[in-house]
C-alpha cells in the first residue's frame, strides 16, 4: 500500500496493514512464513517487525482492501482448508483492528516447507 489509508477519520501509514495482516497470517497453523522463508527467515532474526514481503494491498471502489498474500507452509497441510482459515483470520484482523473491511483476500502458495 503506497498511501495512508483513511478510516474513520483516522489515517494510517504505510505498512500498518500490511504488519497486522503478516501478524495475522503468521498465527494461523500450517503457515510457515509470508513471502518467501529466505527473505522472512532472515529479516524476522534481525528485526523486531514481522516481514511483510509478500503481501500486497489496494482498496477498491467500494472502499473495501483487497489482499494478495504470499505465503510458504508446512507439508501436510490440506491447503484449501488452510487458505481458507487465512482468509477469515486476515479480514476478521483488519475489520477489529482497524475497521476496514476486506472484499478479498487471494493466497498464494509459493513453496513448502518441511518441519524440522
Known sequence: M???LNVDGMSLAPGV???IISIAANE??????VGSYATSGLRSMLAAK??????????NDEGKLEVVLHIEVYYGQVL????????EAVADALLVQVGVEVASVDV????????Q
Open 2 to 4: 503506497s498511501n495512508q
Open 17 to 19: 496493514v500490511e504488519t
Open 28 to 33: 494461523v497453523e500450517g503457515v510457515a512464513s
Open 50 to 59: 514481522p516481514s511483510t514481503s509478500g503481501i500486497e494491498t489496494s482498496v
Open 80 to 87: 484449501p482448508d488452510l487458505a481458507a482459515k487465512l482468509r
Open 108 to 115: 498464494y502458495v509459493d513453496g513448502i516447507q518441511f518441519a
